[in-house]
């Protein structure tokens, strides 16, 4: 019987030097969960990946389209460009009571160029919301003109029939038009 004792304490010595290698392939086991975390994370990954990539396609039509979306509104039905026109007012001089000119600055541009070319005939000023006292409005009343040549125009105005300004807030509707061009704008002169 010892004889049988003996032949299973080697027969267990060999399944122990193959549970040391198990032991091992269980420590191999141990980093497999860790591996699942980052296979997770490798899917989330994966899956902002296709978006990326379904993005960049729709942003390039958008982006062709918002290039033509400023043409479109610079052309009317008629073939007149769209002038963008900014104007400031200033009392200047002009105080309640004289005749002094009030300053109207003007600049034209379109598509960001300034409008050069432009003549006091290609301007029309119209004052609205008559102040009171006001004997007459300042409407197409431009006594002094200047093309300064980097789209800006410098305009002077004052009452018509040379009449006193009155103090308030007068405002002003500018209208810059030529051949096939044209842009508005409001400004407020203010005399005290």
Do not use: C, D
Not at 1 to 7: D, F, H, L, N
Not at 32 to 57: F, L, S
């Amino acid at each position: 019987m010892a004889k049988k004792s003996t032949a299973k304490k080697p027969a267990a010595k060999k399944p122990a030097a193959k549970s040391k290698p198990v032991a091992k392939k269980a420590v191999a086991k141990t980093p497999a969960p860790k591996a699942a975390p980052v296979k997770a994370k490798t899917a989330a990954k994966a899956v902002p990946a296709p978006n990326k990539v379904a993005a960049p396609a729709p942003k390039a039509p958008a982006v062709e389209v918002k290039k033509a979306a400023p043409s479109a509104p610079e052309k009317s039905s008629g073939g007149v460009t769209a002038l963008t026109v900014n104007a400031q007012g200033s009392g200047g001089n002009a105080a309640s009571g004289n005749t002094h000119p009030a300053n109207v600055l003007v600049v034209v541009s379109q598509f960001g160029v300034p409008v050069t070319e432009l003549q006091q005939s290609n301007f029309t000023v119209m004052e609205h919301f008559t102040v009171p006292g006001q004997q007459y409005p300042f409407s197409n009343n431009i006594i002094t003109f200047r093309n300064v040549g980097s789209g800006a125009y410098l305009l002077q105005v004052k009452p018509i029939n040379n009449a006193p300004w009155s103090s308030g807030h007068h405002l002003a509707q500018i209208i810059v038009s030529s051949k096939n061009q044209q842009g508005i704008t409001a400004t407020k002169i203010i005399v005290r």
